[in-house]
């Protein structure tokens, strides 16, 4: 791709990382100065205050050992789909629908309720 297009993209970005920051300074803010004093008779902070906060915060609880946990699950997914799709290769075909049936009879209430609710209308007597 062209140079102008990666300068665009890099400043959409920074623009809207610039914009989420400052969005999020200000209901921060609006939600500290709206609770704080009036429960706690604690003083009213500014922005400057505000994103101070938001950095301690973000040090003392943000930064948890072990990584991202969204991204670990997601990759024990994907680890558990591999493992299944390769012992899905070593079935014969009559096998591997026998295993579906089986999984199907097993499970048959996840997932139901929106095949129902599609059949439900043809099925319905004109």
């Known amino acids: 791709m062209d140079r102008k297009f990666w300068l665009l993209r890099g ?3 920074f623009l809207f990382a610039a914009l989420f920051l ?3 300074g200000f209901v921060t803010q609006a939600l500290w100065n709206w609770l704080m004093p009036e429960l706690f ?3 009213s902070i500014n922005l400057p205050q505000t994103y101070g906060l938001l950095l301690l915060s973000r040090i003392l609880f943000g930064f948890k050992p072990g990584g991202n946990k969204s991204a670990a699950w997601a990759r024990k997914r994907r680890e558990w789909q591999q493992r299944m799709a ?3 290769e070593h079935l ?3 096998a591997r629908e026998k295993f579906r049936q089986q999984m199907r009879s097993r499970c048959s209430a996840w997932g139901r309720a929106s095949e129902k ?3 439900s209308p043809a099925q319905q007597p004109a």
Do not use: D, N
């Open 11 to 13: 400043l959409r970005f």
């Open 22 to 24: 400052v969005v999020i």
């Open 41 to 43: 008779h604690l003083p």
């Open 86 to 88: 390769g012992r899905m």
């Open 92 to 94: 014969s075909p009559e």
């Open 117 to 119: 609710a599609a059949e």
